[in-house]
């Protein structure tokens, strides 16, 4: 059973800045892959960025290309995400996740999730 914590979340304002972080923990665990998704009112959870260790490779939502950066390390179990120029359209919930598999990038391929870390981003 793998746990993960979150932290980072809070209130900015359009154009600040955030960093999201997460550890995992648990006994006898690995993860290949660990990501965030973010779910806003009224929403689905979307997928946000992703980091295969595994692979080595990095994934993103393309509404967040070029603003946000997933980076982590592996033998810490703890993944980060980088928040810049923060959008009202970024407020959400952010949720970490973790799976033992490579497959990427879709919500049924983290078995693995955290309790989120609320981001609100105001006008």
């Known amino acids: 059973q793998v746990q993960l914590v979150e932290s980072g979340g809070g209130l900015v304002q359009i154009g600040a800045s955030l960093r999201l972080s997460c550890a995992a923990s648990g006994r006898g665990f690995s993860t290949h892959t660990m990501g965030w998704f973010r779910q806003a009112p009224g929403k689905e959870p979307e997928f946000v960025a992703a980091i295969s260790w595994s692979r080595r490779e990095r994934y993103y939502q393309d509404s967040v290309k070029g603003r946000f950066t997933i980076s982590g390390d592996n033998a810490k179990n703890t993944v980060y995400l980088q928040m810049n120029s923060l959008k009202p359209e970024d407020t959400a919930i952010y949720y970490c996740?973790?799976?033992?598999?490579?497959?990427?990038?879709?919500?049924?391929?983290?078995?693995?999730w955290g309790q989120g870390t609320q981001v609100t981003v105001s006008s």
């Open positions: 996740a973790a799976t033992d598999s490579s497959s990427c990038c879709r919500k049924v391929d983290f078995g693995s």
